[in-house]
């Protein structure tokens, strides 16, 4: 947001009547002392404190005659992006492949290719002999695991009071289970 042109100018009078310095004149109207230098600089530059125009837009490569060549292009034959951007270059424009995709978005041409098309003369479009994918086998995934599917550790059985290990079904309320982390 700019400033006031009032406070613009009080900052450059102070600097260029009283010969304050620039930080000591931001200081004295609260505004950042990169403000102060800018304005000082563009007074000296140009006469005045206006603020300049902010933003704008770089005109399009691809306007008048060289867009009415690539729309004509696009209409008559076959193309791939790289392939446009190629040609371009060839006649005297050199544009990027960002620049090309926007203009044909834009003019909303498209040329979508299918199994039977013939392949694209810049680049291979596949692999000579290859195969569209291999089939999954579900054999070959292997399960997933979560904190509630892992499996723990194998329990180690303690032995009883006697000091023989409790194997009988008979005393099942002596046998305890001890699990580590």
């Known amino acids: 947001m700019a400033l006031s042109m009032d406070l613009r100018e009080r900052v450059v009078e102070v600097v260029k009547t ?5 930080r000591a004149a931001a200081k004295r ?3 950042s002392y990169s403000a102060a230098i800018e304005w000082v600089k563009l007074d000296e530059q140009t006469g005045s404190v206006a603020p300049r125009k902010v933003g704008g837009s770089k005109p399009k490569k691809l306007s008048g005659a060289w867009r009415e060549w690539l ?3 696009c209409r008559k034959q076959a193309f791939t992006l790289r392939g446009l951007v190629a040609e371009l270059a060839e006649r005297g424009l050199e544009v990027d492949y960002r620049s090309v995709w926007e203009f044909v978005h834009a003019e909303g041409l498209s040329y979508k290719k299918r199994r039977w ?4 003369r810049i680049a291979q479009t596949q692999h000579a002999g290859g ?6 086998k579900t054999a070959s995934i292997l399960p997933a695991w979560c904190s509630s599917t892992k499996p723990g550790p194998r329990p180690t ?3 009883s009071e006697a000091g023989r290990r409790l194997d009988s079904a008979s005393s099942q309320r002596y046998r ?6």
Do not use: L, Q
Not at 131 to 136: S, V
């Open 29 to 31: 109207f609260w505004v």
């Open 176 to 181: 305890t289970a001890t699990g580590k982390p």
């Open 71 to 73: 729309i004509e292009r």
């Open 157 to 159: 059985w303690r032995h």
């Open 131 to 136: 195969r569209n994918g291999w089939p999954i």
């Open 18 to 22: 009283e010969g304050m310095s620039r």
């Open 117 to 120: 098309s013939r392949p694209s």
